[in-house]
């Protein structure tokens, strides 16, 4: 089993930054797939990016490249989101998933991930 806990969230104006940390404990090394994705009240979850643990290759949703940035501590075990230039429509709770492996059709499919975290909010004002 893995364990995942997010944190680092919070409200921050339009144009502002946050880094979103996920700190994984358990099994980690069964891990080699990690990723983020976002739920905004009312829509469906959607995944933001991915980073295959081992290779360092990171994939990114349209909608937040250029802007966002995954990276990994292996060391630490900790997973990070760094969101810079953030928009009111980055506004979700944002979860961190972690898969045994990765499969370039799923990299972005929720039902994918076996493990997954509470989530933390992420609030964006005009």
């Known amino acids: 089993q893995v364990q995942l806990v997010e944190s680092g969230g919070g409200s921050v104006q339009a144009g502002g930054s946050l880094r979103l940390s996920c700190a994984a404990s358990?099994?980690?090394?069964?891990?080699?797939?990690m990723a983020w994705f976002r739920q905004a009240p009312g829509k469906e979850r959607e995944g933001v990016a991915i980073i295959y643990t081992r290779s360092g290759s990171t994939y990114y949703a349209d909608s937040v490249k250029g802007r966002f940035t995954i990276s990994q501590d292996n060391a630490e075990n900790t997973l990070y989101l760094q969101m810079n230039s953030l928009k009111p429509e980055d506004t979700a709770m944002y979860y961190c998933?972690?898969?045994?492996?990765?499969?370039?059709?799923?990299?972005?499919?929720?039902?994918?991930?076996?493990?997954w975290g509470q989530g933390t909010q992420v609030t964006v004002s005009s």
């Open positions: 358990g099994y980690t090394y069964s891990v080699y797939c």
């Open positions: 998933a972690a898969h045994p492996f990765c499969s370039s059709g799923s990299w972005f499919l929720d039902y994918w991930y076996k493990y």
